[in-house]
């Protein structure tokens, strides 16, 4: 992605040229790519002359091209883009990016990575939307403030210095000049803050900044020797920012306690402006050592008005929370269950519902249920063949409870009862279901006194948390086959 050229028109009416040439830069090395790239399709860049006449031309500002001519404003030429092909000794130059604003007109010509014959969509060319950028951004250096022409002409020949450090080589690396002039000690220019085109509005109210971190759960326990049970944690942060100003800045800090298990896999929000390298290399495929990168995850940001996503994380805790065992024994028309769960010792104790669903399929209706509970209740869901466990918000100071009992069945409907292709003969589960609040398996949390925001007004800051189960299963030991993820996709 990289310009050929840069121009800056004067458009003069009533002179004899119509313009003049107020700025122009070329980038050689840029153009012994396009020779390579362009192949037998290529075009060179004109000297300034020849441009200007074939520029105006095209988009009518020259006094003596006023009627139509055919090959300029017939219907198939109509151009909503602003990006042209000008006739130059006989060729015609392409892509062509250009338009008028404030009696200046705005051009380059960006590069091509391929062949030009046939002509390439105008998406696929990613160097176009740089030049855009690049224009732009030289439009609101100049036009920053009140026009006066001495302070234009200043301007204007502050661009050769501006450009060799925002774009060198032909390459966009800083649109606002405004930085690129601070760097290199120039007076500075003050000038209003533009508003993003992604962003339709600004926030008037008062300030305030909540951040939730929400963590998924999720598990396959078998209790067998042959296979190991698996388990994994997903991460959600989402924020919502209702500050004042055009872009406020705010800094998140994620952070982990000591023995907290550190987050792998990180994705985030486009609005993130930059990350260290370390936050980008942690991943889940890698071995874990105790040189992982375990924090604190500093996330820069400039927030959207409505509520988002800042990123997402997993993470491989070293135990599940809640440790399971079930078995099925079937003796004629009754089915003989066996349950066990273990809050691990580690984990608050603390839930905000916590639930076993122990459905039956390819069966009749229950007819009959003898159990026996240590904690909770269990509820009978006949129709529906389901069995709901209600454990409640606490484990008892033994962090184990069980259930067991003898369930019988009724004639099987085919139309009434549930079917499943997976749970077949033996082949049963367990499904856990909890919550708890302000709680995160990894040890995950934000900080709200280390959360930074440059805005107006000192914003209110609330941070939540909150653990979920997803896919939390507890297989039947005594399955014929072990049951994973991907037999559950079928």
């Known amino acids: 992605m990289a310009q050929r050229a840069v121009w800056l028109v004067s458009h003069e ?13 070329r980038f050689p090395t840029v153009e012994k790519r396009a020779k390579v790239f362009n192949g037998t399709s290529y075009v060179p860049i004109p000297e300034d002359g020849p441009f200007l006449k074939s520029l105006l031309f095209e988009l009518r500002l020259l006094d003596e091209d006023k009627d139509f001519m055919e090959s300029r404003d017939s219907c198939s030429r109509i151009n909503k883009t602003s990006v042209y092909g000008l006739k130059v000794g006989g060729e015609e130059l392409w892509p062509v990016v250009a338009f008028l604003k404030n009696g200046i007109v705005y051009a380059c010509v960006p590069l091509v990575e391929q062949t030009l014959s046939p002509r390439p969509a105008l998406i696929s060319i990613s160097a176009i939307s740089q030049g855009f950028e690049l224009l732009f951004g030289i439009q609101d250096f100049l036009y920053s403030s009140q026009r006066m022409d001495t302070e234009l002409n200043t301007k204007l020949s502050q661009l050769p210095d501006l450009l060799l450090q925002a774009c060198p080589f032909g390459t966009v690396l800083d649109a606002n000049l405004q930085n690129s002039l601070d760097s290199i000690n120039f007076a500075s220019v003050t000038h209003p803050q533009k508003q993003p085109a ?67 896999d990180i994705l985030v929000h486009p ?5 260290d390298s370390a936050i980008l290399t942690s991943s889940s495929i890698d071995t874990m050592d105790d040189s992982a990168f375990s924090g604190p995850y500093k996330f820069p940001f400039t927030p959207p008005l409505e509520s988002f996503n800042l990123c997402y994380y997993t993470s491989q805790v070293p135990v599940p929370p809640i440790l399971g065992f079930y078995q099925i024994k079937e003796e004629e028309a009754q089915l003989k269950i066996t349950v066990n769960l273990k809050l691990h010792e580690s984990v608050k104790n603390n839930f905000e519902f916590c639930e076993a669903h122990i459905p039956f399929y390819n069966r009749g209706p229950i007819t009959h249920v003898e159990y026996k509970v240590s904690f909770g209740q269990l509820e009978v869901f006949r129709e529906k063949s389901l069995l709901i466990w209600i454990i409640g918000q606490k484990f008892p100071k033994s962090m184990e409870i069980s259930l067991s009992g003898t369930i019988t069945f009724g004639a099987k409907s085919h139309d009434k009862q549930p079917f499943d292709h997976i749970c077949i003969a033996g082949t049963a589960y367990l499904k856990l ?8 398996l990894t040890g995950c949390y934000a900080d709200q006194h280390s959360v930074q925001v440059f805005a107006s007004g000192k914003p209110k800051i609330s941070t939540h948390r909150k653990l979920i189960s997803s896919d939390y299963y507890i297989w039947n030991s005594k399955a014929p086959a072990p049951v994973t993820y991907g037999s559950l996709l079928l």
């Open 13 to 25: 009416p009533g002179t004899p040229l119509c313009g003049t040439v107020r700025f122009s830069r």
């Open 198 to 264: 992604w962003k339709a509005g600004t926030y008037k109210g008062k300030p305030q900044v909540s951040i939730s971190i929400t963590e998924k759960v999720k598990s396959m326990q078998y209790d067998k020797q042959d296979i190991a049970d698996t388990w994994q944690v997903v991460g959600t942060v989402t924020c919502k920012c209702d500050l004042e100003g055009i872009m406020p800045n705010v800094t998140i800090s994620l952070s982990l306690p000591t023995n907290g298990s550190p987050l792998q």
């Open 271 to 275: 609005c993130v402006t930059s990350l």
């Open 433 to 440: 279901h909890f919550r708890i609040l302000d709680y995160t």
